[in-house]
């Protein structure tokens, strides 16, 4: 169930063990640690991937694929070694990217703390996971070490090239760079092909006072329509609306607008 699984696989290879053994990685958890923070649901509607040996069987891997889906999982079958990359891609790079980026502002912050005092949601987001477990991070740093190198290496170039866009007054290329990357953020909310598991939203103005959260899910359940979150955002730096709610699916998504909006709700959609 560890993140990184190349080292794993070199040993079980090694030992000759690949018809005894799959991989798995479940893509779900959080920054908090503990029994404390166990989770019933946890592994519910989550990618949990599935590394195969060369040796296992189609039987063998079915099995497993079985299993993961009696847990609620959306099993994604890859090679161990493409599991490693892309995980070190979008999961291990921006954790360093956060760690870095809190000790940074830690540095340089002054002495009454002004920084740390204004922090707005753009930090708070992007620091997130840096509130994550600092053991578990320096193993999978050691772990997954070649694929973590070479990623940052390449996010040092990528920053460096925006760093010059910027030194140069360059508008055109900052105006490209920043769409390019909207763009892409933007998809990440579009459903394809691969995915049973797209996360519909929505942002509400919600007045502040007792029982109106309350009121808005109890709405939507007299509906009938099946809430995946929901919560406040204590911070609308970049969103507009104070409560989101997150829906299954877009035909769930429509109707609670619909009924919102029945109600006055000022309701923004994504």
Same mark, same amino acid.
């Not at 204590?234 to 989101?244: P, Q, S, T």
């Given at each position: 169930?560890?993140?990184?699984?190349?080292?794993?696989?070199?040993?079980?290879?090694?030992?000759?063990?690949?018809?005894?053994?799959?991989?798995?990685?479940?893509?779900?958890?959080?920054?908090?640690?503990?029994?404390?923070?166990?989770?019933?649901?946890?592994?519910?509607?989550?990618?949990?991937?599935?590394?195969?040996?060369?040796?296992?069987?189609?039987?063998?891997?079915?099995?497993?694929?079985?299993?993961?889906?009696?847990?609620?999982?959306?099993?994604?079958?890859?090679?161990?070694?493409?599991?490693?990359?892309?995980?070190?891609?979008?999961?291990?790079?921006?954790?360093?990217?956060?760690?870095?980026?809190?000790?940074?502002?830690?540095?340089?912050?002054?002495?009454?703390?002004?920084?740390?005092?204004?922090?707005?949601?753009?930090?708070?987001?992007?620091?997130? &996971?840096?509130? $994550?477990?600092?053991?578990?991070?320096?193993?999978?740093?050691?772990?997954? =070490? #070649?694929?973590?190198? +070479? @990623?940052?290496?390449?996010?040092?170039?990528?920053?460096?090239?925006?760093?010059?866009? &910027?030194?140069? $007054?360059?508008?055109?290329?900052?105006?490209?760079?920043?769409?390019?990357? =909207? #763009?892409?953020?933007? +998809? @990440?909310?579009?459903?394809?092909?691969?995915?049973?598991?797209?996360?519909?939203?929505?942002?509400?103005?919600?007045?502040?006072?007792?029982?109106?959260?309350?009121?808005?899910?109890?709405?939507?359940?007299?509906?009938?329509?099946?809430?995946?979150?929901?919560?406040?955002?204590?911070?609308?730096?970049?969103?507009?609306?104070?409560?989101?709610?997150?829906?299954?699916?877009?035909?769930?998504?429509?109707?609670?607008?619909?009924?919102?909006?029945?109600?006055?709700?000022?309701?923004?959609?994504?």
């Amino acid at each position: 169930m560890g993140s990184t699984k190349t080292e794993i696989h070199e040993e079980v290879i090694r030992l000759d063990l690949e018809k005894n053994f799959i991989g798995g990685h479940p893509m779900t958890g959080s920054e908090k640690t503990g029994i404390e923070n166990a989770d019933e649901y946890l592994l519910e509607n989550a990618y949990y991937i599935i590394t195969p040996t060369e040796k296992n069987t189609e039987e063998q891997i079915e099995g497993f694929r079985s299993f993961v889906k009696s847990l609620g999982s959306i099993p994604l079958v890859l090679d161990y070694k493409k599991h490693d990359y892309a995980t070190a891609s979008i999961s291990h790079l921006p954790h360093m990217i956060s760690y870095a980026l809190t000790n940074l502002v830690r540095n340089i912050d002054d002495q009454d703390e002004t920084m740390k005092t204004i922090a707005a949601g753009g930090f708070r987001d992007m620091t997130r &996971i840096a509130a $994550s477990s600092p053991v578990m991070w320096q193993s999978i740093c050691l772990s997954n =070490k #070649e694929q973590l190198v +070479s @990623l940052m290496d390449q996010y040092i170039d990528e920053i460096t090239r925006l760093r010059e866009s &910027i030194d140069h $007054s360059e508008k055109q290329e900052l105006l490209n760079y920043f769409q390019e990357a =909207k #763009e892409y953020r933007d +998809s @990440l909310f579009i459903p394809n092909k691969r995915s049973s598991t797209v996360c519909y939203e929505m942002f509400v103005d919600l007045v502040d006072e007792a029982g109106g959260i309350a009121i808005i899910a109890s709405m939507l359940a007299f509906k009938g329509i099946n809430i995946k979150n929901i919560g406040i955002i204590n911070n609308r730096e970049f969103e507009e609306g104070v409560l989101r709610i997150e829906f299954y699916t877009h035909e769930a998504l429509d109707l609670a607008v619909v009924v919102l909006k029945e109600k006055n709700y000022k309701v923004y959609c994504r």
